[in-house]
C-alpha cells in the first residue's frame, strides 16, 4: 500500500491545494487538509470546491488501491456543516465492487469529528494496471 500512497501524492492539484494522503488500504484511504486562509470563500468558510477536492482525492486512493485503474463515473457531495479553521480529514469506504463498477462514500469531518460533507462516487474500473514506477 506504500506504493499506491506514493503514487498519489504525486496528484499534483490535490498536494498544491495543502491536501495529503495519509493511509491506504485495500478499498479504503484517509487523506486530510489543513484549513489556510486560500481555502476560504467569499463567505470565509471552507470553499465547497476544496472539500469536494480533498474527499476526490480519498475516493481516487481507496478506488485505486487495487492497483487496477478506476476512473470517476459519477461522483455528488452533500454539505451539511459550515468548516473555517482547524484540519479537514477525509475517510473513503468502499461500499460495493465488481469487475467494471465499484462504489464509495467519504466523510468529511471536522477536528471534533463532526461531519462536514458527505461524498458519494461510483467508479469504472478498467482492465489496466495503474502504472507504479518501480522503487
Excluded at 488500504?25 to 486560500?38: D, F, L, N, V
Excluded at 474500473?125 to 507504479?132: F, G, S
Amino acid at each position: 500500500m506504500d506504493d499506491i500512497q506514493s503514487y498519489f501524492s504525486q496528484e499534483c492539484f490535490a498536494s498544491n491545494s495543502g491536501m495529503k494522503l495519509t493511509e491506504v488500504s485495500k478499498g479504503y484511504a484517509k487523506a486530510e487538509m489543513k484549513i489556510e486562509k486560500r481555502h476560504h470563500n467569499i463567505l470565509g468558510t471552507v470553499h465547497g470546491g476544496a472539500i469536494f477536492t480533498l474527499a476526490d482525492m480519498a475516493f481516487a486512493a481507496a478506488s485505486n488501491s487495487y492497483g487496477t485503474v478506476a476512473v470517476a463515473i459519477n461522483a455528488d457531495i452533500s454539505f451539511v456543516k459550515a468548516a473555517v479553521e482547524g484540519t479537514l480529514y477525509a475517510e473513503a469506504k468502499e461500499t460495493s465492487i465488481n469487475p467494471k463498477i465499484s462504489t464509495y462514500v467519504v466523510n468529511i469531518t471536522d477536528d471534533k469529528g463532526d461531519i462536514v460533507a458527505i461524498f458519494n462516487g461510483m467508479t469504472y474500473r478498467k482492465k489496466n494496471k495503474l502504472d507504479i514506477p518501480e522503487k
